[in-house]
């Protein structure tokens, strides 16, 4: 099945404590990208890639690291979370950029304390 | 940068017809459209691209007027499975920038 694998799906952690969420995709999507998703303020870009080794600051990329060393995974890094970074995240693929459509993963609640 | 969309939310009841208005302040190259059910992921669809093409999905269609800067999303004779928020995402090199969203509510 087509599908686009975040994990995981819920995570609690205390401030300051390094950590990583997973994104993979078996479509062979050329571009990921990742959402938070906060109430009142929609989805908002993170970090995107068009490709291996190519990654690009989103709308709100403070805070938060990616590496796209292989195709299928998109990986988000938080360093030093902070309570503000307590939220739903989205990873996202597509074939290729803007030009078609997004497939989601099904999310990850985060909360920082 | 962030598209207005219009209303905020919407109440009908099964059958009715709705209408959801997306603008830009900036030139688009394609709009995104997405449906997320409570606690779900946004599922894609459709897009359009620049051109001021209708295009359509069940009950569901949209129109792109690129000159305006702006998409409108029609829901036809409106089904309880439409429920939900819908976002619209203008898309400039590469970048997808997402609307607030607008929620749909469908009574029986």
């Known amino acids: 099945e087509a599908q686009v694998t975040q994990n995981p799906r819920y995570l609690i952690t205390v401030t300051g404590k390094k950590l990583t969420v997973t994104c993979s995709q078996n479509?062979?999507?050329?571009?990921m990208s990742w959402y938070r998703q906060d109430p009142g303020l929609g989805l908002r870009q993170i970090y995107y890639?068009?490709?291996?080794?190519?990654?690009d600051k989103g709308d709100v990329p403070e805070g938060y690291k990616v590496s796209r060393k292989e195709k299928r995974n998109f990986p988000l890094i938080l360093e030093s979370p902070s309570p503000n970074q307590t939220s739903l995240y989205f990873c996202a693929s597509s074939f290729q950029g803007s030009g078609y459509g997004y497939t989601f993963g099904s999310g990850t609640r985060l909360t920082v304390v | 940068q962030q598209p207005v969309q219009s209303p905020q939310a919407v109440i009908l009841r099964e059958g009715e017809d709705a209408v959801i208005n997306c603008s830009s302040s900036k030139a688009l190259y394609s709009v995104h459209w997405y449906r997320q059910k409570h606690g779900e992921a946004p599922v894609f669809l459709m897009i359009l691209l620049k051109g001021g093409e209708q295009k359509g999905h069940e009950k569901i269609s949209a129109s792109f007027n690129e000159k305006k800067q702006q998409s409108s999303l029609y829901l036809t004779a409106s089904q309880l499975s439409y429920s939900g928020t819908y976002f619209c995402?203008?898309?400039?090199?590469?970048?997808?920038?997402f609307g607030k969203g607008t929620r749909l509510h469908i009574l029986p």
């Open positions: 890639s068009m490709n291996v080794e190519v990654t």
């Open positions: 479509m062979n999507h050329e571009y």
């Open positions: 995402g203008t898309a400039r090199d590469d970048k997808i920038i």
